[in-house]
């Protein structure tokens, strides 16, 4: 004897499969559209790494602290960037926009 949720999952397959309408929402909308999805990520992600190549990035570091040289440690061993030190004691000193695939390290205080 079935229990009462094996009745309902039952009563609700066979309701599926008498009416085509259900039956085209629960099965072929899915298997067009989780593709259609699948390819707009993937177009999507390769943009992104993309225009990453391209990124510049500063690093403005005034304390020499810890965190900024961890930051550009990893960014002269674990990225595709140049890296450079300039020396400036405030933002207006360092150059406003890095060209190409360079990232700038900005050391104020070493």
Same mark, same amino acid.
């Given at each position: 004897?079935?229990? &009462? !949720?094996?009745?309902?999952?039952? #009563?609700?397959?066979?309701?599926?499969?008498?009416? =085509? #309408?259900?039956?085209? &929402?629960? $099965?072929?909308? =899915?298997? !067009?559209?989780? %593709?259609?999805? &699948?390819?707009?990520? @993937?177009?999507?992600?390769?943009? $992104?790494?993309?225009?990453? #190549?391209? +990124?510049?990035?500063? *690093?403005?570091?005034?304390? &020499?602290?810890?965190?900024?040289?961890?930051?550009?440690?990893? !960014? /002269?061993?674990?990225?595709?960037?140049? !890296?450079? @030190?300039?020396? +400036?004691?405030?933002? @207006?000193?360092? %150059? /406003?926009? =890095?060209?190409?695939?360079?990232?700038? +390290? *900005?050391? @104020?205080?070493?």
């Amino acid at each position: 004897m079935r229990s &009462g !949720l094996g009745n309902l999952m039952m #009563k609700e397959i066979k309701e599926m499969l008498r009416d =085509p #309408k259900i039956l085209l &929402g629960m $099965v072929l909308m =899915p298997l !067009l559209f989780f %593709p259609i999805m &699948g390819s707009a990520i @993937g177009i999507s992600q390769t943009a $992104v790494e993309e225009s990453l #190549k391209s +990124a510049s990035i500063a *690093v403005l570091d005034f304390d &020499g602290g810890l965190a900024a040289q961890s930051l550009i440690h990893f !960014l /002269r061993f674990n990225s595709n960037m140049t !890296l450079f @030190g300039i020396n +400036a004691s405030s933002v @207006g000193e360092a %150059p /406003r926009k =890095p060209s190409g695939n360079q990232c700038h +390290a *900005v050391a @104020g205080h070493t």
